[in-house]
Nanobody, 127 residues
């Protein structure tokens, strides 16, 4: 059974940093694209970033480029999202998700598309 567990959310002031973690299990990590998505109250879910753990290729939404960094630890089956220079508009519930195959811009361009989803972690950025 595929399981994804996001953690690391919290309350931070604008300009601050947080690192989210996604613990993955139940599948061959190298065969999957892992992505981060977010959903703010009253808004649709949107793609933030995704990674192919097999080759390390990464993709980002324009809104987070230069501020967020996705990475993976293949030995631990973990994916991280380092979020710097946080803005109030980054406040949302963040989810990690997985889909068989390689990561691509397509996943980031949409708020859906991945097959497996974990429960989210809340990020609140105060102004």
């Amino acid at each position: 059974e595929v399981q994804l567990q996001a953690s690391g959310g919290g309350l931070v002031q604008a300009g601050g940093s947080l690192r989210l973690s996604c613990a993955a299990s139940g599948f061959t990590f190298d065969d999957y694209a892992i992505g981060w998505y977010r959903q703010a109250p009253g808004k649709e879910r949107e793609g933030v970033s995704c990674i192919s753990s097999s080759d390390g290729s990464t993709y980002y939404a324009d809104s987070v480029k230069g501020r967020f960094t996705i990475s993976s630890d293949n030995r631990k089956n973990m994916v991280y999202l380092q979020m710097n220079s946080l803005k109030p508009e980054d406040s949302a519930v963040y989810y990690c998700a997985a889909d068989f195959g390689r990561a691509s811009d397509w996943y980031v361009s949409k708020g859906y598309g991945m097959e497996h989803w974990g429960k989210g972690t809340l990020v609140t950025v105060s102004s």
